[in-house]
């Protein structure tokens, strides 16, 4: 009972450490710059949403937030789509051939980005895909695919063959069977798979600065940036591009709650 009490205990101290900067970030995002120098801990002298107003027009939100999505949805719907066929292949090889298949895209995971940022941007280059929502989704397909690839494997292993080659006597062809028979199966280990590819994608700065540097095909958190300047810094402003740019992707994690534990629960069983 002692071990349970606390065990409890510690769980709420910890949340409340993960919330404390979250609730000074929307407080702060209230002041003025002078008022949150002079306190970053008391509360707003007046409660205006006008910092939100002009953050909203600076950043010219709408579009930054378009962009960001049009990225984030293809590149992320195309990994799971290519990723989801890869392992099904993979899972289906002998056991020898798909073990080193399946080690090449391993392998791949554990380069450091940075090793290979600048040969990827010198190649984005020369292939005109620099300043390209297109080309950055190339490359958020070729990055990620990988991670998807082990998690799409790991399930796909489990699943009974029988239930494909029912299929299979009723007459459907490879990828009727896979996309009738299997693609549902899935949707555990997808809802886990695309959840964690949004938060990466979404918050990406990295690879999107490098990439992208014409205002209009710039990302939330590009935008985010240009409020953290050499010689002026602007904290209160920069509270709110932050908030902004956190809430779409905070509203589609709470609403995928409950299948994002489904799949973490579902794969620790499958595995």
């Known amino acids: 009972m002692i071990r349970k009490w606390a065990a ?9 450490l993960f919330l404390v900067p979250i609730v000074f970030a929307v407080l702060n995002s209230f002041k003025t710059n002078g008022e949150m120098l002079r306190s970053f ?3 707003p002298e007046t409660w205006s949403f006008g910092n939100y107003a002009k953050v909203w027009h600076d950043m010219q939100y709408p579009r930054a937030l378009l962009n960001t999505v049009m990225v984030t949805l293809f590149g992320v719907g195309f990994t799971l789509l290519l990723s989801a066929m890869a392992a099904y292949r993979i899972s289906r090889m002998k056991e020898a051939r798909g073990f080193w298949v399946l080690m090449f895209f391993t392998l791949s ?14 190649l984005a280059s020369e292939l005109h895909m620099m300043n390209s929502r297109v080309g950055l989704i190339i490359i958020i397909i070729a990055l990620f695919s990988p991670f998807t690839i082990f998690l799409y494997r790991g399930f796909m292993t489990q699943l009974p063959l029988e239930l494909e080659e029912a299929a299979r006597i009723d007459g459907a062809n490879i990828y009727q069977t896979f996309f009738r028979v299997i693609v549902p199966l899935l949707m555990p280990v997808t809802a886990t798979a695309a959840v964690l590819n949004i938060l990466w994608v979404w918050n990406d700065f990295i690879l999107s600065f490098l990439m992208l540097q014409r205002e209009e095909v710039m990302t939330l958190q590009l935008t985010v940036y240009r409020y953290f300047g050499t010689y002026s810094q602007q904290w209160n402003l920069a509270l709110v591009s932050l908030i902004l740019a956190a809430i779409p992707v905070l509203i589609l994690y709470l609403l995928l709650q409950k299948y994002i534990i489904k799949g973490v629960a579902a794969g620790a069983v499958k595995g």
């Open 109 to 122: 995971m554990m380069v450091p980005f940075q090793t290979i940022m600048i040969p990827l941007v010198k």
């Open 41 to 43: 801990i008391s509360l």
């Open 8 to 16: 409890e205990i510690a769980a709420i101290i910890l949340a409340l």
